[in-house]
């Protein structure tokens, strides 16, 4: 796994972390969990065309 896949798999757990955090203390908020699925697709696009 390249370094870029890395930083990005840190990103979409750290995003998954604020998300939960802001969904406990202010209530759902639909974009916020929208947004952590398309990262987490992204990131899951980029971990699968990665060489190797």
């Not at 798999?9 to 939960?20: H, R, S």
């Not at 969904?23 to 065309?49: E, K, Q, R």
Request: avoid cysteine; glycine fraction near 20%; charge should be neutral.
């Amino acid at each position: 796994m390249s370094g870029s896949v890395k930083t990005m798999g840190v990103l979409t757990l750290g995003a998954l972390v604020a998300v939960t955090g802001y969904t406990v203390a202010l209530g759902s908020n639909g974009w916020l969990w929208f947004g952590w699925v398309v990262l987490g697709l992204a990131t899951l696009g980029m971990a699968a065309t990665q060489d190797g």
